[in-house]
Nanobody, 125 residues
Framework: QVQLVESGGGMVQAGESLKLSCEVS???????VGWFRRAPGKDREFVASISPSGSNTMYRTDSLKYRFTISKDNAKNTVYLQIDSLEPDDTAVYYCAAVLGVGTNSVAIGTYDYWGRGTQVTVSS
């Protein structure tokens, strides 16, 4: 059983930045990891993902790509999500998810076998 623990969320003002962390209990060099979020009243949606090698990253939309950056530190088995220029619409619970034994990453929720409990991000205007 793989465990994931998110941290780094909080309450911030619009325009500020946050760096979310996802600690994985499995070697991240063998693990594809995705970040998802669920805003109040909405379905969970894909935000970003990174392949086991770290060479391939995906983002929800091109616009998110300029404010969201996914990265990883395999020595710490941790995947990060840097969010810059936060907007009120970014308010959500952010989850990380993992799948082992694959060669690349995915945008699809159903791809991922293991999920963390989430970390709350609240952005005020």
């Amino acid at each position: 059983q793989v465990q994931l623990v998110e941290s780094g969320g909080g309450m911030v003002q619009a325009g500020e930045s946050l760096k979310l962390s996802c600690e994985v209990s499995a070697p991240t060099f063998k693990t594809a990891v995705g970040w998802f979020r669920r805003a109040p009243g909405k379905d969970r949606e894909f935000v970003a993902s990174i392949s086991p090698s770290g060479s391939n990253t995906m983002y929800r939309t091109d616009s998110l790509k300029y404010r969201f950056t996914i990265s990883k530190d395999n020595a710490k088995n941790t995947v990060y999500l840097q969010i810059d220029s936060l907007e009120p619409d970014d308010t959500a619970v952010y989850y990380c998810a993992a799948v082992l034994g694959v060669g690349t990453n995915s945008v699809a929720i159903g791809t991922y076998d293991y999920w963390g409990r989430g970390t709350q991000v609240t952005v005020s205007s």
